[in-house]
């Protein structure tokens, strides 16, 4: 079954400090990762999106890696900043299928 | 360019009453979709669309109705409004069915059944 696990559920970290949210998943074949963030009462935003042949992509201050062997993806963030409280969310497609598996997603929240 | 957008943003229902959730983009995407998200829960698809005058259903597709009559409008009907149908409602859009850079989602549309 095509499934997508992310740990921890929740994070709360001080202002300016680093975090890794981590995401497993199963889905089969493999088409690409991506990551969004999702802030309270609005709709998820794309962050990062990386293929098989991709292990690493940035942006900003959010660094996503990927081990396509071990079904593994982390998001690390760095510096963090109030702003980055939010849920973020893990989302796979596999070649062939209709559709994208969602993770429940990691809320994060940032305290000054 | 507004992306994708979605009306109403909140609404309360009684049980049984029926009600469309409004989507358009004005990206020229092919590619539309509904997704509900309940607490705990990652977003599971309802609907989905690969272009005008064709639909299909996702994961939940009961009690729930779709046309695709433009490439920017995509609707969402609900014909008999359940409490289990309170949740958090988005309506995605993209070049292509598993999306790439393009899948955009609007803002959602808060749903209370009660």
């Known amino acids: 079954k095509n499934q997508v696990e992310q740990s921890p559920q929740s994070l709360i970290i001080l202002e300016g400090k680093n975090c890794t949210l981590q995401?497993?998943?199963?889905?089969?074949?493999?088409?690409?990762l991506r990551w969004y963030k999702q802030d309270t009462g609005r709709g998820p935003v794309s962050l990062t999106i990386?293929?098989?042949?991709?292990n690493t992509k940035s942006n900003g201050r959010y660094t996503a890696t990927l081990d396509a062997d071990t079904k593994q993806s982390s998001l690390h963030i760095t510096a963090s900043q109030l702003s980055d409280s939010a849920s973020y969310i893990c989302?796979?497609?596999?070649?062939?299928?209709?559709?994208?598996?969602f993770g429940t997603g990691t809320r994060l929240l940032v305290s000054p | 360019n507004a992306g994708v957008t979605q009306t109403p943003k909140f609404q309360v229902l009684k049980t049984g009453q029926s009600m469309t959730l409004q989507c358009a983009q004005d990206?020229?995407?092919?590619?539309m979709s509904w997704y509900r998200q309940d607490p705990g829960m990652g977003l599971r698809l309802i609907h989905y669309?690969?272009?005008?005058?064709?639909?299909d259903q996702g994961e939940v597709p009961n009690g729930y109705n779709v046309s695709r009559s433009t490439t920017e409008d995509f609707p969402l009907r609900l014909l008999s409004a359940a409490p289990s149908q309170t949740s958090v409602y988005f309506c995605?859009?993209?070049?292509?069915?598993?999306?790439?850079?393009?899948?955009?989602f609007g803002s959602g549309t808060r749903l209370t059944v009660v």
């Open positions: 995605a859009s993209s070049y292509s069915i598993t999306g790439g850079v393009s899948y955009t």
């Open positions: 995401c497993n998943y199963t889905v089969s074949p493999f088409s690409n």
């Open positions: 990386m293929t098989f042949s991709e």
């Open positions: 989302v796979v497609s596999a070649r062939g299928f209709q559709k994208l598996v």
């Open positions: 990206m020229n995407h092919e590619y």
């Open positions: 669309s690969v272009g005008a005058g064709i639909t």
